[in-house]
């Protein structure tokens, strides 16, 4: 049972290079969401889907881009990274009303 | 007015003492409460959820107190392990979106 997934673990790229992070989750669950966390803010939400072709921003979505064209994946994109874009990213999943479950997050660098 | 906020510590206790946290939300309209617990550079992780008439997990109880709009957190006889920071999370009523604390920071030393 892999549940929620993400890829690379680990990523280091330059100013304004485009990245996609990778979720994947394995539940079925009808939401996913990913959140930012840096020292200070705590998580963050960036973008968020209800459902296959549902995406809605949260609190800082500027400056990344989301698509859901299956279920089971919710890939986010930064198009051209800042370096205020390094930090630890997460996605989770969710079946309302059941609470989230998170992957193991993508610690992103941008130099 | 934050919609969820704790005390971010570090709360300081020696190993076998009971510690308690608790968390403060502003929208009335709230339904369903959950701890979560994140060790450090790792993803958190559901700790409990909070009902209204409270629940217990071991070493662990969750209260809720509506009239207050408050959760809280014991901890009894605290272990080196239940060091990490507790996140307090709130969902309001009609949305599936939770609202995130920014966490209570508890540190357990020998």
């Known amino acids: 049972d892999a549940g929620i997934t993400q890829s690379p673990r680990y990523k280091i790229t330059e100013t304004g290079r485009q990245v996609t992070l990778m979720c994947h989750q394995t539940w079925s669950h009808s939401y996913m969401f990913w959140y930012r966390q840096d020292l200070g803010h705590g998580l963050r939400l960036i973008y968020y889907?209800?459902?296959?072709?549902?995406?809605d921003k949260g609190e800082v979505p500027d400056g990344y881009v989301v698509s859901r064209s299956k279920t089971e994946n919710f890939p986010l994109t930064l198009e051209s990274a800042t370096r205020s874009q390094t930090s630890v990213y997460f996605c989770?999943?969710?079946?309302?009303?059941?609470?989230?479950?998170f992957g193991p997050g993508t610690r992103l660098t941008v130099l | 007015r934050k919609e969820v906020e704790q005390d971010p510590g570090p709360f300081n206790v020696p190993e076998g003492a009971t510690v308690a946290f608790n968390c403060t939300y502003s929208n009335s309209a709230s339904q369903s409460f959950f701890w979560y617990r994140q060790d450090c550079r790792k993803e958190p992780k559901l700790l409990m959820s909070v009902y209204s008439s409270g629940n217990e997990d071991g070493r662990f109880t969750a209260q809720l107190n509506r009239a207050s709009q408050y959760i809280s957190l014991l901890i009894r006889d605290s272990k080196l392990s239940d060091s990490a920071t507790y996140l307090c999370?709130?969902?309001?009523?009609?949305?599936?979106?939770?609202?995130f604390g920014r966490g209570t920071s508890l540190i357990v030393h020998p």
């Open positions: 989770a999943s969710s079946q309302p009303p059941d609470t989230q479950y």
């Open positions: 999370v709130v969902n309001s009523g009609g949305s599936y979106i939770p609202t």
């Open positions: 889907s209800a459902a296959a072709d549902i995406t």
